[in-house]
């Protein structure tokens, strides 16, 4: 097991506040509200799935001695993920990472695009899948193709957490920021709950924006 990860910048993807404020007090303090969120008092005994895993997570559980029982991330980041796999996998086995070349106009543009062929790149079913900051860069199409991949990977009792930007307003889908495409992928909330049950899933909680906990709006959904 792993007592202390210190991840080189180049690794990092949060942005200037979460920088500001620490990597590890950010995580822990997000993974604390998704674990009461999917009704649970720690993780010790959870198997978790971390799609667009970034570093920060790994980072949090290893030096915040968060419980867990295992902790598998996927990201499109290649270089990020063999870090991760280098670093951390050949020497705690409560983690495993796998690269997926998802095309993403943001963070891999050069990615294949996601269709309803697409498998994760990883086996297996889990207890808690989470995605922070995820679905803030994703457009339509690839959202609702990875919440039906997901709802294939979920236990009976399993809960999803994921954060999105949300307008309540908004009719359908709005890549805010012209010439930053997906840096700002904003859904209209019955456009969102619209994907997240055509996936599947039934919606327990549609939680607004919470910048006490540098949060988004955040959903948690259980297998319909
Ligand atoms: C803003 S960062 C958030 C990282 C991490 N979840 C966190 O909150 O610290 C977004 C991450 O999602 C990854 N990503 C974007 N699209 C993806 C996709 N389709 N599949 C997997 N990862 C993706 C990016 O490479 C990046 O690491």
């Known amino acids: 097991m792993i007592n202390y990860l210190d991840v080189p910048e180049v690794f990092h993807q949060n942005s200037p506040i979460v920088t500001a404020v620490g990597y590890e007090e ?14 649970r008092t720690d993780l010790g005994d959870a198997d978790i799935l971390d799609i667009g895993c970034g570093v920060r997570f790994t980072m949090s559980i290893i030096n915040k001695r968060i419980p867990i029982k295992s902790y598998t991330g996927i990201d499109v980041n290649k270089s990020m993920i063999e870090y991760l796999k280098t ?5 705690d086995d409560r983690f495993s990472f796998a690269h997926w070349n998802a095309h993403n106009e943001m963070y891999n543009p050069n990615g294949r695009k996601l269709t309803k062929k697409n498998v994760l790149p990883v086996d297996g079913a889990f207890d ?10 994703l457009d ?22 994921f954060t999105a930007f949300i307008d309540n307003d908004l009719d359908g889908f709005e890549d805010r920021v012209e010439g930053s495409p997906l840096l700002h992928a904003y859904f209209g909330k019955s456009y969102m709950q619209s994907l997240i049950t055509s996936a599947g899933w039934k919606i327990d909680l ?13 959903i948690v959904c259980s297998p319909n």
Request: glycine share 4%.
């Open 26 to 39: 950010t995580g822990e303090k997000l993974i604390k509200l998704a674990t009461s969120s999917v009704d």
């Open 87 to 91: 670093e951390v996998e050949l020497y």
């Open 128 to 137: 808690v899948i989470w995605l922070f900051s995820v679905f803030t860069h």
């Open 140 to 161: 339509p199409s690839d959202s609702l193709i990875i919440l039906k991949l997901l709802r294939q990977r979920i236990r009976t009792g399993g809960k999803l957490f």
């Open 206 to 218: 549609f939680h607004e924006a919470d910048p006490s906990n540098y949060i988004q709006h955040y």
